[in-house]
C-alpha cells in the first residue's frame, strides 16, 4: 500500500511539471524521472498482492505516460538543436545527429536524404570493402591496377591511373585524402550491387552507393546509374558501429579517420571545447557540405553528423559542432534518454 500511495503522488507531481506553463528541457526531464520513479514503485508490489488488480492497470497507465513523456523530452531537445543550427548560421533544410556509443541518440531532420552526399558517400564504400577484405581473407597489400577510365580531377592524393595500389592505400586516400580515383576504382573492385547488399544487410535502408565520383569537369568511364544517398541517421549510426568495433575492420577504420587530411571543419570546431577529436570524414561538393565525427568528452564518446546545402560555410559548420560539443560538456544528461531505475 505504500507504495501504491507513493506511486500516485509521484505520477500526480508528474502530471504538475508536465502542464506547467513555463517547460524546459529541464522540467521535461523532471517529468520523465517521475513517471520512471513511479513505475518502479508499483513495480515493487507483489504481483499475488490484493493490489495486484489496480497494480496492473496502473502499470499500463504509466508506462504509456512515460513513453509520451520520453517522446516530449526528445522533440524538445530536437528543437534545441534547431535554435543552434539557426544560431549557427545554418540553414533551414540542415540536417544534425548525435549519438552516444551506446545509442542514445538525437536528430534534426536526420531521416531525410540531402540532395547529394558528396564524399561522405566514401565511408559506406570504405565499410563494404572491409567487409569483402574479412569474409574473404584478402590482404589489404593485395594490388589493384587503376584503370584510365577512373580517372577524375583530385586535388590532394597520390593515387595516378595505369598504376598499381595495394587496396590499403586505395582506401587510406579515399577517406584520408578523399581521393575520387581511389574510390572510384574500390566501385568497380567491388560492384556497386555488392555495396549496396552489404549496406543492406547491415540495416541501411536509405544509403545507398550507385555513382562514381566527378571532379569538375571530368566524367569517369560507367559512372552508374542513379544517385548516391546517405542520411544523417545512418552516417552516424554507421560510426557508432566502427567506434563500438561492430563493423569488419573496425579499428583500420578508426586509424583511418584519425588521419583525415581535411581538418578545417570538425577538428578545427572542437578546439577551445572541452572535447577531444577523434576521427572525421568530411564532405563538400557544389550542392552540399558535411562532416561526421567521433569525439570524446569526460571519457564519453559521441558521434556528430552534421550535411547543410552549399549556402552554407566552414564557419557555419564549425560553430554548429562547437556549440554541440559545448552544450553537452555543460549538459552531460542532453544526449541522455535512458531511464533510471
Known amino acids: 500500500n505504500d507504495n501504491l500511495q507513493q506511486a500516485v503522488r509521484l505520477a500526480n507531481q508528474a502530471v504538475e511539471t508536465g502542464l506547467a506553463s513555463n517547460q524546459s528541457l529541464k522540467s521535461g526531464q523532471q517529468t520523465q524521472f ?14 499475488n498482492s490484493f493490489l495486484a488488480p489496480l497494480t496492473a492497470s496502473k502499470i499500463q497507465e504509466y508506462r504509456e505516460n512515460l513513453t509520451t513523456a ?3 523530452l526528445q522533440q524538445a531537445k530536437s528543437k534545441l538543436l534547431g535554435s543552434i543550427a539557426r544560431e549557427s548560421g545554418l540553414s533551414a533544410k540542415a540536417s544534425i545527429g548525435i549519438c552516444r556509443l551506446s545509442r542514445e541518440c538525437l536528430h534534426l531532420r536526420g531521416d531525410v536524404p540531402p540532395v547529394s552526399p558528396a564524399s561522405l558517400i566514401k565511408l559506406p564504400i570504405a565499410v563494404a570493402l572491409m567487409n569483402k577484405v574479412a569474409k574473404e581473407q584478402i590482404s589489404l597489400d593485395k594490388k589493384v591496377y587503376v584503370t584510365s577510365g577512373n580517372f577524375t580531377e583530385d586535388s590532394s592524393t597520390k593515387i595516378e591511373s595505369k598504376q598499381n595500389y595495394p587496396l590499403k592505400t586505395l582506401l587510406e586516400e579515399m577517406i584520408d585524402r578523399s581521393s575520387n580515383i581511389a574510390t572510384n576504382q574500390l566501385i568497380d573492385y567491388l560492384g556497386s550491387d555488392y555495396i549496396n547488399q552489404v549496406l543492406e544487410n547491415r540495416g541501411y535502408q536509405v544509403t545507398r552507393v550507385n555513382f562514381k565520383l566527378m571532379g569538375e569537369k571530368i566524367m569517369p568511364a ?6 548516391n544517398r546517405v542520411t544523417v541517421n545512418e552516417l552516424t549510426e554507421m ?3 566502427i567506434y563500438n568495433g561492430e563493423t569488419p575492420g573496425a579499428k583500420f577504420l578508426v586509424e583511418t579517420l584519425n588521419r583525415q587530411y581535411d581538418r578545417n571543419i570538425g577538428f578545427a570546431a572542437l578546439k577551445g571545447t572541452q572535447a577531444q577529436w577523434l576521427g572525421e570524414k568530411t564532405g563538400e561538393n ?3 557540405l558535411g562532416t561526421t565525427l567521433a569525439m ?3 571519457g564519453e564518446a ?18 554548429s559542432i562547437s556549440k554541440i560539443a559545448d552544450y553537452i560538456s555543460r549538459n552531460p544528461s542532453f544526449i541522455d534518454f535512458r531511464l533510471k531505475n
Open 34 to 47: 517521475l513517471w520512471q520513479q513511479a513505475l518502479n514503485n508499483l513495480q515493487e508490489i507483489p504481483q
Open 70 to 72: 520520453t517522446s516530449q
Open 222 to 227: 560507367n559512372p552508374g546509374s542513379g544517385p
Open 239 to 241: 560510426m557508432v558501429q
Open 286 to 288: 557544389s550542392l552540399v
Open 296 to 298: 570524446s568528452i569526460d
Open 302 to 319: 559521441y558521434i556528430i553528423t552534421v550535411i547543410d546545402s552549399s549556402s552554407g560555410s566552414d564557419t557555419e559548420m564549425r560553430q
